[in-house]
């Protein structure tokens, strides 16, 4: 009796899997058609998972398998080497860049392409030259001129000219400096790397021979709170005081003085 039982309700939960299966499908096939009972709840439902990269080509594969043609006319192609799928952040900030842009441009669909960082130059570089490049990509400095002086990118001078939020007051003057060949705009800043020197002001205010490195009060005397932004000159003046703070070994001449972790002094 009690295999009988299990049977039955084994059974009973098959049925349930196969009716749920076909009511989502039921859901997706009036979503994707615009018609049906359903259509309302379908389109919210298919809505938030297109929205989702994993499952954003099976919507869509759904609405051309149900005949209707996506009322997007426009399909905007962005690479980039984030992916939507490495973080919840990098998700969040993926659908909301689509959904703000898509609000402003109901006529154009994002469709974003994740490429592996290690062969995104190669793989660029092939599309670039092939039938179907990205419209936008995110690039590294270092690629993007070299794309450019191949004669791979479109110049951007008359979008930005119409686009005020492009234009070069919105930038850093460094942040321009690797996006244009003269008055020939090929990019747009996305993101700015920072590298800068820590230096600790206490080593340096303690040697007077550095104090030229200080900016001067209005009475003459060294302002210890800053060094100036000139304050080196080339990579041969920092080797220079970088030898100057350095503590050398008294037994053994030219070796830095090491501290009991084993780092320089």
Same mark, same amino acid.
């Given at each position: 009796?009690?295999?009988?039982?299990?049977?039955?309700?084994?059974?009973?939960?098959?049925?349930?899997?196969?009716?749920?299966?076909?009511?989502?499908? %039921?859901?997706?096939?009036?979503?994707?058609?615009?018609?049906?009972? %359903?259509?309302?709840?379908?389109?919210?439902?298919?809505?938030?998972? +297109?929205?989702?990269?994993?499952?954003?080509? @099976?919507?869509?594969?759904?609405?051309?398998?149900?005949?209707?043609?996506?009322?997007?006319?426009?399909?905007?192609?962005?690479? $980039?080497?984030?992916?939507?799928?490495?973080? +919840?952040?990098?998700?969040?900030?993926?659908?909301?860049? +689509?959904?703000?842009?898509?609000?402003?441009?109901?006529?154009? $669909?994002?469709?974003?392409?994740?490429?592996?960082?290690?062969?995104? +130059?190669?793989?660029?570089?092939?599309?670039?030259?092939?039938?179907? #490049?990205?419209?936008?990509?995110?690039?590294?400095?270092?690629?993007?001129?070299?794309?450019?002086?191949?004669?791979?990118?479109?110049?951007?001078?008359?979008?930005?000219?119409?686009?005020?939020?492009?234009?070069?007051?919105?930038?850093?003057?460094?942040?321009?400096?690797?996006?244009?060949?003269?008055?020939? @705009?090929?990019?747009?800043?996305?993101?700015?790397?920072?590298?800068?020197? /820590?230096?600790?002001?206490?080593?340096?205010?303690?040697?007077?021979?550095?104090?030229?490195?200080?900016?001067?009060?209005?009475?003459?005397?060294?302002?210890?709170?800053? /060094?100036?932004?000139?304050?080196?000159? $080339? %990579?041969?003046?920092?080797?220079? /005081?970088?030898?100057?703070?350095?503590?050398?070994?008294?037994?053994?001449?030219?070796? #830095?003085?090491?501290?009991?972790?084993? $780092?320089?002094?």
């Amino acid at each position: 009796m009690r295999s009988l039982r299990d049977r039955a309700r084994r059974a009973r939960l098959i049925l349930a899997a196969v009716a749920m299966v076909a009511c989502l499908g %039921w859901v997706a096939v009036d979503a994707a058609t615009g018609r049906g009972m %359903w259509s309302a709840v379908g389109r919210y439902a298919v809505g938030l998972l +297109e929205r989702a990269g994993p499952t954003r080509g @099976v919507c869509r594969w759904i609405r051309r398998s149900a005949g209707r043609r996506d009322s997007r006319l426009i399909q905007l192609r962005v690479w $980039d080497w984030w992916s939507p799928s490495t973080t +919840e952040d990098y998700a969040r900030y993926f659908a909301e860049v +689509e959904s703000v842009f898509e609000s402003r441009f109901p006529r154009v $669909d994002v469709v974003f392409q994740a490429v592996p960082f290690g062969n995104y +130059e190669q793989k660029l570089a092939t599309a670039l030259l092939g039938d179907h #490049p990205p419209d936008v990509f995110q690039s590294s400095v270092y690629w993007a001129e070299g794309f450019y002086n191949r004669g791979m990118l479109r110049e951007l001078n008359d979008l930005i000219a119409v686009t005020p939020e492009l234009g070069d007051d919105q930038f850093i003057p460094t942040a321009l400096h690797h996006t244009r060949r003269g008055s020939r @705009v090929f990019g747009v800043p996305h993101i700015l790397d920072g590298s800068c020197l /820590i230096w600790n002001l206490d080593m340096l205010r303690a040697d007077p021979n550095l104090h030229e490195m200080f900016p001067r009060s209005a009475d003459g005397t060294p302002d210890f709170r800053r /060094i100036r932004f000139d304050a080196v000159r $080339d %990579w041969a003046h920092f080797r220079k /005081i970088a030898k100057r703070l350095t503590k050398y070994d008294p037994a053994a001449p030219g070796r #830095p003085l090491l501290d009991r972790n084993g $780092d320089v002094v």
